[in-house]
């Protein structure tokens, strides 16, 4: 028997259904979370340079976390939205190959189960700002993550039930690229993991091949094979990655994320930031700036 185990657990964040108007008009949007809208009125768009989804009712979108896009609505939209955390045992996002905006025709489950996570999670709406700029910080996050501790077993163990089988609805062949996660050999699910949570350390392919007790070449090659990148540019992947989310969310200085990810050099760091998202560090920032709180 084919027996998987459940590697991904999500926390929530928000939960609301809001009426939305032409206020809802945002650009270079990138966020540490999923988003998760079920559209019942209205229209609106979601876009990015691949792709461009029309928000319409009866329709189920899903964004990744770390999915740059754009969020416009030109007269009147309602929606509701789930935004949620991923953790994962292995520190692969489920979704580490689809950074991308997905589509569904929602069915009645779909239905309820938006109607009931919201039920079931009173006060978990944004309240201070639609713009996600304006949330987009540390101190909001623990607040929230303060009321998941504070949760009932049930609610809890119902919430994580509900957005598992929406994120399901996600993984079927037309919508998910299928990739070789399940497969991979353990010694380099153990590198993966050693990476995630050693940014700040410093990272080589020999000290990840001695671990694994394997030549360089080979624990290269064999990386790349299952993950589709060389170690040493999947290890600067999960930095800036760490880097977006730490300029994103807390007022630490670019140095400051520079050594906390494992670039000594701040200059070198910009260049790679730079040249895996299009901008500087600075640049980043003021892209994410809170300039439309309310």
């Given at each position: 028997m084919n027996q998987r185990i459940l590697k991904h657990a999500f926390s929530l964040l928000h939960v609301d259904h809001v009426k939305l108007n032409n206020k809802w008009n945002y650009t270079n949007i990138i966020s540490p979370y999923y988003r998760l809208y079920l559209i019942d009125e209205g229209e609106g768009i979601v876009s990015n340079s691949e792709n461009t989804a029309k928000l319409e009712p009866g329709y189920i979108y899903l964004?990744?976390?770390?999915?740059?896009?754009?969020?416009?609505?030109?007269?009147?939209?309602?929606?509701?939205?789930?935004?949620?955390?991923?953790?994962?045992?292995?520190?692969?996002?489920?979704?580490?190959?689809?950074?991308?905006?997905?589509?569904?025709?929602?069915?009645?489950?779909?239905?309820?189960?938006?109607?009931?996570?919201?039920?079931?999670?009173?006060?978990?709406?944004?309240?201070?700002?639609?713009?996600?700029?304006?949330?987009?910080?540390?101190?909001?996050?623990?607040?929230?993550?303060e009321l998941n501790g504070m949760q009932n077993i049930s609610a809890f163990m119902e919430t994580q039930g509900i957005i598992l089988q929406l994120t399901s609805r996600f993984l079927m062949p037309e919508t998910f690229k299928q990739d070789k996660v399940n497969s991979i050999p353990s010694k380099i699910l153990d590198a993966i993991s050693y990476i995630q949570v050693n940014l700040r350390q410093n990272l080589t392919v020999a000290l990840l091949s001695e671990r694994a007790n394997q030549h360089p070449d080979y624990f290269s090659r064999l990386f790349y094979q299952y993950t589709g990148d060389r170690p040493l540019s999947y290890i600067n992947d999960k930095r800036i990655e760490r880097a977006q989310y730490l300029i994103t969310t807390t007022n630490m200085s670019y140095s400051d994320i520079a050594k906390e990810i494992g670039f000594e050099n701040p200059p070198y760091f910009s260049r790679i930031f730079k040249k895996l998202t299009g901008m500087t560090p600075g640049h980043y920032k003021r892209r994410n700036q809170n300039i439309n709180t309310v």
């Open positions: 964004i990744p976390s770390f999915t740059l896009c754009n969020l416009h609505c030109a007269t009147s939209l309602g929606q509701y939205f789930i935004q949620f955390f991923e953790e994962s045992s292995d520190g692969i996002s489920l979704f580490y190959n689809n950074r991308t905006i997905m589509k569904l025709k929602a069915g009645p489950l779909d239905i309820e189960n938006f109607k009931r996570i919201l039920a079931i999670n009173p006060g978990r709406g944004i309240n201070r700002s639609d713009n996600p700029k304006a949330y987009e910080k540390n101190i909001y996050y623990k607040e929230y993550q």
